[in-house]
């Protein structure tokens, strides 16, 4: 299959791709802060990403495809204590101080990820059989959340992110698993972020940290490797 390499689509040939980045018995589907506090159209959104609203229709497709692949789907989400004492009331997040800097004044923002909030509800589907990583409290879905137990317990060594803020928590994940040993694959047509960092921000997870992609090519991969298994045993 293809993948892209600083932008540009080259086909994979060496076979430590396949063994190390693409083999499904080994692949786990995260899907990253899906939720309203960034998908809502209400504008007291806290922290609108208003370009990720539509990858919501094509996230649901590919993880419906993924299911029926047996791949299980983790969606991990931004929760923080009501009284915002793991944030706001404490050491504050960077990028509360930072991103409206460049973005605006963003009305409501400290209501961002509250617990008890609308703004944790998920705002793609989740199926009951899929895993919640409620614990992520920064930017990383690793920190400090229970996602590499859950991980490490299934047996999972490859992570497919899809979800928002691109440059910010896939970056930030892609970088934390890959030093994690995970391998990191990310499908460029389900994830978005700040639109003018986009492109820079799949170039470098490209070049340091997993391999950039397009979910139909992903998808063809793994229906033909489980075709090539069951011919095999009937063999």
């Known amino acids: 299959m293809d993948a892209y390499f600083n932008g540009i689509k080259k086909q994979l040939f060496d076979e430590r791709y396949y063994d ?9 589907v995260i899907t990253i802060d899906m939720h309203l506090g960034h998908l809502s159209e209400d504008p007291d959104c806290p922290c609108p990403s208003p370009r990720a609203r539509e990858i919501i ?3 649901n497709a590919f993880n419906d495809k993924c299911r029926q692949l047996g791949i299980p ?10 009284d915002g004492s793991d944030d706001i009331k404490g050491n504050i997040s960077a990028w509360r ?8 004044p963003i009305p409501g923002i400290d209501e ?7 703004w944790t509800e998920f705002g793609i589907d989740v199926k009951e059989n899929d895993y919640i990583v409620d614990g992520k409290k920064r930017l990383s879905a690793f920190y400090p959340s229970d996602l590499e137990l859950l991980l490490r317990n299934m047996r999972k060594e490859t992570l497919i992110l899809t979800g928002t803020m691109l ?3 896939l970056l ?8 994690r040993d995970f391998r990191i694959v990310i499908p460029r047509d389900l994830a978005r972020g700040y639109e003018s960092n986009e492109e820079a921000t799949l170039r470098i997870i490209s070049m340091y940290f997993g391999l950039v992609v397009d979910s139909p ?7 033909g490797t489980l075709a090539e298994n069951q011919s095999s045993l009937k063999v």
Do not use: M, Y
């Not at 101080?97 to 605006?104: D, I, K």
């Open 73 to 82: 789907i983790i969606h991990v989400r931004s929760v923080l204590r009501k």
């Open 20 to 28: 190390l980045f693409l083999d499904i018995k080994k692949t786990a």
């Open 167 to 169: 440059d910010c928590c």
């Open 112 to 118: 961002h990820a509250l617990e008890g909030t609308k």
């Open 57 to 59: 229709e094509p996230i």
């Open 217 to 223: 090519d992903l998808l063809n991969q793994w229906r």
């Open 172 to 179: 930030s994940t892609a970088t934390e698993g890959a030093n």
């Open 97 to 104: 101080l930072l991103f409206p800097e460049t973005v605006g």
